[in-house]
């Protein structure tokens, strides 16, 4: 048998659990319930309830009215979370596994129910954690109270003030801390996805969770319909190489005709992206989850607009065989056909085959409104760093302690005052220049290299940002028209400053770019200065306690990991190095732990005198002392001071307590603990002096 | 007081294998998350060392321990059987929760701070007259957290006995035909095993080197000496030691002066509890076949 059932470890009885340890199982449930509850909301926070009351009160209920009962709580779940997600939702699953664990308690077999209920809230709890829930609050409650509820559903006898009890949770949360800090560093960061069906399923299981746990993306129903309709694949990508075979094209793509005149400054948004891999950009894979979710911009702040903030035109657009819509940047709201993600992006249902035609009203430049907060995953794809840019990495970091507007602004002003130039392919293999040969070498590319540098920078400085394309400016022509053409592909960048998503045009910053389509008004960055008084201020306001343990909870990865080993003296180790490195480690600590573990009882004697005087000898032993088994405590004792002389004097009076211990009729008042203590602390040189 | 010689078994609990389940998983996804899973990896190498050193305070709690059988327990028939233990705990940190089992079966569940001793007893059901022997001993721990139990053989063996039970109703009455009256012995004898130490007459010892016990004489008409004997009984087997038993419990309780003859073994003449008890546990043994109850649990071996 490879585990042992609970029944081995008592008798024939159901094991007992204290109500003290029933209350700290139904607390860590309720707190890994928590994040469900308050994503679900509703009238599933009451089926929860129901189902707790039903649970503590089903001593008094019959077993068929406790069943039907149960029946008919799962059957209202079902039906109102099937009401507000798909069937495979992880909400949907995830709903149903709480009611049924809130339940499991009215079966009736306390140990097993809450041992179920336990192991239930761990795995929410896990899965809570992998979603990204990061509350170290929460985490930190999470970790004592399942510790404490393991501990408690463990002794039947517990009692949660009693000494032994705090001493036990204490004793194992000390001794391992250690444990889980080098864990935590150490353990190899992995790049990517190990398999393909991880990224595919598993880790969209926990995006879409994670988008679920915030509340304001409760999908309502009404755009459910739109969400489950349109759920096709949209996995587009972006090498930054294709924008430069772009601005050789003069093709036309579209053409806007604007209603009652030209806005000065033209930003045509096509996608948006967030990952950055081996010189191509991706679009975020979920990001369909929460396609129609909500209003990329505050009601609130959509009220205050009136029409001469607006810009409206009307779109005539040739076949591109993508799902993108082309509009302005700032565009309100979505058209009809299509659908308007929170990133600001208008999405075809379908490929865009034909020509297309469709009318758009965008915020006229200048006028500020505040989006709606990315979400916590939203966040956390802007601020991911790929792997193999060290220079980058590097640059960006040295803004990490500025506001995002003075770090932005420092980043312009490398661009410009470091000598780069504008330059479609020009003196380069474009296809093998990487970001960090782009900054550091070549300092000579397209917008493309200029914006993806710019978002990577912002990352490392610890601002969310993303990499935007579309078209910038436009042929003019009469009666309001502007054709866009594919020279005028082009790429900006946008940073989340806490309020809203700024864009950040960094080719602008370039001195003699190839102004090909000029805005009449582009935002002027040579303004922008570093206010170093402002940066101290800010930076200020966190002591060294709450930056370390910011960087070390929230923004430990795979580089400062690298870093961490550097300083370390393990700077040449790679992933895959570390990785076997740590798997011979265990393998090594597993092996030494089942040899410590298995090892016969150190002391067989009965006599408090007895298990003193082996215990010294164990001691001597290990420091080079032979034992001789023949030898009584008078001989030892003169032989011990001999070969230890610097502790003479407390090898002899160690001897004389045991030896009055053991044979003296006063040796009752001797306490055999003090003698060990003593013999504990002793401090003896490694070798035996001759 | 016997030393353990086994060495310490490991097997995770259910429990424990759920939590490490739980902790693959999450590492393998954590690990390998697209997105930022720093807080997934505390919280899963936080159960991972919570986990390692429980399993080395679920050492600590087994291996200072000491087992030796407290006596031999006597029951009469129909009387369940205790065979009892004591176990001690020498170490001055561990204050373990433990369980004491045989073979597949847990017994008792207690806990035992640090210098502390106790006795336990395992109860069976009554058996069969005879000697029990209770082997596969083991000591099992836990705590703190579950996750893994670890599971110490004890190399000892409890033995109980289960005597036969004598009524107050039974029949059985000394007379002439079950007992014979010895005839005059000598005042000194040589030793046999049951005599009390201090029958030993040290000048005979001193004289002849070899050991001598001094005993009263048959002229004494206080002290009566009889022979109990199995020759003189009828029926079946367990009748006539049914009967014998009866009749060394009414020599006992007359205080005489009493010897116990079966076919091939013989208790010498004595009197008093210690005699009784070895006479009654003769007749338990006697002609029982050693036979294995359950898994551990023998009856009729020495």
Redesign the interface.
Known sequence: MLFVSPNDFSSNTERYISKSALCLVLITLSLASLPYLSAINGYFVALIGAAAIISLIHAILSKTVLNTIRVVLILCATWYLYNQYDLYHPMFINGLVILIAWLKYSDGRPYQDSTSILMISIVLLAQTMVSGFQNPIYLFSCLALVLTSLVSVNDENVKILSKRFIATNVTLLAMSLPLVVIFYLFFPRLPGTLFDWQAEGINNWFATQAEAFDTREAMDVQHQASHKATGSALGETLNLSKLSELATSNKKVFEAQFIGGIPEELYWRAGVFWKYQQRTWHQRKNWKKSTMATAPFQLDSLQAIDDSSLVQYNMQLKPHSKHWLYALDNTLGPIKGSLFTPENQLISPKIVSKAYSYSASALKTGVVINNVAPTRTEIKQAMRFPKGLPFTYSLGRSARKKNAEVAAASFLMHFQTQGYQYSLNEGFDESQMTLDDFLYDVRSGQCGHYASSFVLLMRAAGFPARFVTGFRGGHRTDNNRVIVTQKMAHAWAEYWNGERWIRVDPTLAIKGQNLHSLPTNGTDYNELTIDESNVEAKTATLSAFDEAFEMGLYYYNTQLQQQLLQSIGFGKLSALSLLILCLAGAFLFWWFLGKSLSVKQAFSATDKGLICFQQLQYKLHLSGLTINHSEGIIAYSERASQAFPEQQTKIHSICQQIMQLRYSKQGNHINAKTIRQTIKKLRLSKTIAK | ?K?????????????????FA?VI??L???????????????????????C??????T?RNI????VSIHGESISYSGQVLHFTLNI?N?A?HA?P?L?LGQH??????F?LGP?VQKTLSITLPAQQRGRYTLEDLWL?T??????F??KLPVNVKAVAWQLVKVSKDDTAILNDKTVNHDEDIDTLREYQAGDGYKTIHWKSYAKHQKLITRHASSNNESETRITIRWKDTQGSTEQRIQTLSALIAQAEQKKLNYSLELEEQKQPHASGTSHYIRCLKLLSCYRTPEQMIASGFIRGKE
């Open positions: 007081m030393r353990h010689s086994e060495k310490i078994q490991w097997r995770p609990t259910l429990t424990g294998g759920l939590v739980i998983t999450n393998l996804l954590a690990v390998s998350s697209p997105s930022n899973s720093n807080f997934a990896l505390f919280f899963t190498f936080s159960l991972c060392g919570v390692l050193i429980s399993l080395w305070l050492s291996r200072d321990l000491q001690k020498i001055s204050s929760s369980i597949r079966k847990a017994h008792n569940h806990e210098n099992s836990d705590y703190p957290l579950g996750i139990q670890a």
